[in-house]
């Protein structure tokens, strides 16, 4: 079927007990067992019919085979992250999720993995990279918050020819499913903080994995539930009814930032609009072959420098001043004082005069007239 009936019917059947056409939210941590171990459910740490549901949901929109659930895009990120040993390394984007680079550096470098940054964009420049003891290439496209662009598919190609095949992950959350499908571009692992656009509606913080491979699914199952990071039943029924109008709320979030990107570019007071659906951005065509639209995350350096960024963050009235992003609303912020604050000081410091937005769903002529108010 179709990924927007997917998005509303995949892993919901109507609920056996009553017929409900929603997924209840099962609100209990323990089940009835006929005899001893005869019985679907034991423990909801383990399972719960609720994120049964969700973990089937994104596996049919990601096209994969297995889906797991977390209580947060960090816990998803730290589930796979747990495939490693002592020795191994990881070469990652050179633009990742401030939370992202803290995880690698501050906790997985002291359990002795290695991790270095590349520009994923070049291809030569990632094989270049590659160790002897690479197990993992972990890749963001589009970056958070640059927008760069990686060639999913042209990695995939490089990891091929490796000797010992490192296993590519890609954090699908800045795409979602809808606009980007990893799998199918030869990605081994897609993850996502469903906190963003699989939500959709800044009310739940949420992380997903999804994958094909059974054997790495029985490792990632089993750490789910030995480590214990999973989500309530309530938050897997916010992130299910998210999805549900995924698709009808990515073609506005793209239409949306077209027109605002293509706006600010012609603003005198900006400097620069990094935004993939632009014909100028280096990564374009790429953009262009792999997702089927550009999204809603515009970043833009205003003229100015770092205190005009922060003058125009706080003046908008209708784009609230907030981290996080994905929602229905719009959202303004400045990275570096912001989301990013974890990758100060690092290579990956972003430039304090670049402004992060999460175009929203409102009409675009409001969001260009607030954009327009606090730019002036
Ligand atoms: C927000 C985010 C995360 C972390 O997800 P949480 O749900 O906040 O834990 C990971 N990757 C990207 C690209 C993100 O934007």
Redesign the pocket.
């Known amino acids: 079927m179709h990924f927007e009936t997917l998005a509303i019917h995949a892993g919901q059947a109507p609920d056996p007990a009553y017929g409900a056409v929603m997924v209840p939210i099962y609100q209990t941590s323990t089940y009835v067992q006929k005899k001893i171990g005869e019985t679907e459910y034991d423990y909801a740490r383990t399972a719960n019919p609720t994120r049964t549901a969700l973990q089937a949901c994104i596996a049919a929109l990601e096209g994969g085979k297995h889906g797991l659930a977390f209580a947060?895009?960090?816990?998803?990120?730290d589930c796979v992250l747990r495939l490693l040993r002592p020795g191994d390394h990881v070469l990652a984007s050179n633009d990742?999720?401030g939370?992202?680079y803290r995880i690698f550096e501050r906790v997985y470098r002291d359990y002795g993995i290695a991790f270095s940054f590349v520009e994923m964009g070049d291809l030569d420049a990632v094989r270049a990279a590659l160790r002897s003891t690479t197990r993992m290439v972990w890749v963001?496209t589009p970056t958070?918050p640059l927008l760069k662009i990686a060639d999913i598919a042209g990695i995939a190609g490089v990891l091929a020819q490796a000797p010992a095949r490192p296993l590519l992950v890609v954090?699908n959350?800045?795409a979602s499913p809808y606009l980007q499908r990893p799998l199918a571009l030869g990605a081994d692992i897609v993850?996502?903080?469903?906190?963003?656009y699989l939500g959709g509606h800044s009310d739940v913080?949420?992380?997903l994995v999804v994958l094909n491979d059974d054997a790495l699914h029985d490792r990632l199952k089993f750490l789910q539930n030995a480590v214990g990071a999973v989500p309530g039943p309530l938050d897997c029924f916010l992130v299910l009814r998210g999805i549900k109008t995924l698709p009808l709320r990515m073609e506005r979030h793209s239409a949306n930032a077209m027109r605002i990107a293509a706006w600010l570019t012609a603003h005198p007071r900006v400097a620069q609009v990094l935004y993939p659906g632009l014909p100028s951005h280096p990564g374009h065509a790429i953009a262009a072959k792999q997702m089927s639209g550009f999204g809603g995350m515009i970043s833009f350096v205003v003229k100015g420098g770092p205190a005009e960024a922060r003058r125009v963050a706080e003046a908008t009235r209708l784009f609230a001043l907030a981290e996080?992003?994905?929602g229905v609303e719009s959202l303004i912020e400045v990275p570096a004082a912001m989301t990013h604050t974890s990758v100060a000081n690092s290579p990956l410091a972003v430039d304090p005069a670049l402004i992060r937005l999460s175009v929203g769903i409102e009409h675009a002529d409001d969001l260009i007239a607030d954009l327009a108010q606090a730019l002036a």
Do not use: Q, R
């Open positions: 947060s895009g960090m816990a998803a990120i990742v999720y939370g992202t963001e958070n954090d959350t800045f993850v996502h903080s469903a906190t963003k913080v949420s992380g996080s992003l994905g």
